[in-house]
């Protein structure tokens, strides 16, 4: 089983990226898949997370109207769509998979973890 974040970049701010996930190894149709994300120094942040069929979707306040979180739980992908980048954005941005959408919002435990995509926004 395995989860795969990427998309990122260096970019300037202001402008967009899309970071995908995709997974393999089993299906994730009865798995919620959200995005989380790290920068140096920090801990590691809840960013989104989408939930079956795309019924709820939950962001960060500091995301919030910036990002969108989408994906397609029979096609094992999902994307976030970052737009207005700015440099306090920069991190390494990874999605994980769990049974439970609350333990997104509540700081539950992941069942599974992606490896990460860096993104950095210079000023």
């Known amino acids: 089983v395995q989860l795969q974040a990427s998309g990122g970049g260096l970019v300037q701010a202001g402008v967009s990226l899309r970071l995908s996930c995709t997974a393999s190894g089993q299906s994730f149709r009865t798995y919620v898949v959200g995005w989380f994300r790290q920068a140096p120094g920090k801990e590691r942040e809840f960013v989104a997370v989408v939930g079956r069929g795309e019924r709820k979707i939950d962001y960060a306040g500091s995301v919030k109207g910036r990002f969108i979180a989408s994906g397609d739980n029979a096609k094992n992908t999902w994307f976030l769509q970052m737009n207005s980048l700015q440099p306090e954005d920069t991190a390494t941005y990874f999605c994980?998979?769990?049974?439970?959408?609350?333990?997104?919002?509540?700081?539950?435990?992941?069942?599974?973890w992606g490896k990460g995509t860096l993104v950095t926004v210079s000023s």
């Open positions: 994980a998979a769990n049974e439970f959408y609350s333990d997104f919002l509540e700081g539950g435990r992941m069942d599974y």
